[in-house]
């Protein structure tokens, strides 16, 4: 199984958002007979939309039939008894849940760097989803200059440290997560990491995972993300190690997208 998400960002208006949806929806048929008379199948493949927040109510229900599921971009980690508090501007999994999210992303990047998110944030943020029994997509990855001062593993190895260990106890609980694999410094860029530098990486993530969290390791699946796009996705999803794509400003645009799907399924 090969996981496609789809991180439309603040990229797309309400009306936007809903539009490519639409486009989407139209193009796949749960039969899987494609318009375009060739058989579309998308078996093997978990694809996942993440729009923002405002538009996830109507993106959700257009893909309600169709073969994408509903994922979120971020959410709050406190979850009180009534599901919800008193927290100004953040989102709750509750309404998440309700709104029919599976997956959401916690620690991508721009967060990260842009918003000041701590590892103890991500960490939260992480346990919460996982506890609540969605599917958390952990984004980790190392800066352009953590690159070149050599401190890739290590900045790794801290990231997934803080956000897997509280969820230990509690690990039976979990179907699955997601940790996606983004170096910073590939994101938004045009400049992806090679497939086979990411496949390098991947591994020594999956190694660091069987060695600490054993049992978290068997549930995690590895994704890449950081300008992926219809030309680079075959090369990085003929490795095994590489089990999908985090997809941002190339999914928001429908034949690329498309396309990008279409690229997954290559064959080598
Ligand atoms: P990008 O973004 O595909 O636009 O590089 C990826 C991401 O931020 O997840």
Redo the contacts with the bound molecule.
Sequence with gaps: MKYI?A?W?MYLSFKQSAKLAHDLVLDFDPTGHHPKGDKFQVSGFKLVICPSFDSLESVGKIIKKSPFALGAQDVFWESPPTGGGAYTGEESIRNLKELGCEFI?VG???RRHKLNETDEMVAKKFVAVARAGLIPIL?IGETAAELQARKKEKVLERQLITALSPLQPTTYNLQAILI?Y?PVW?????T?ETPENARTTHKFIREFLNKEFPQISEVAHIIY?????SSNIAGFLRYQEIEGS??????TKLKEFLAIIEGAKTKY
Excluded at 186 to 190: C, D, E, H, M
Excluded at 246 to 251: D, I, K, P, T, Y
């Design positions: 998400i991180n960002k992303i991508h990047s721009e984004c996606a983004e590939a994101i938004g860029t045009g992806p993300g950081g300008s992926v796009n985090l997809v941002g400003g190339a999914s």
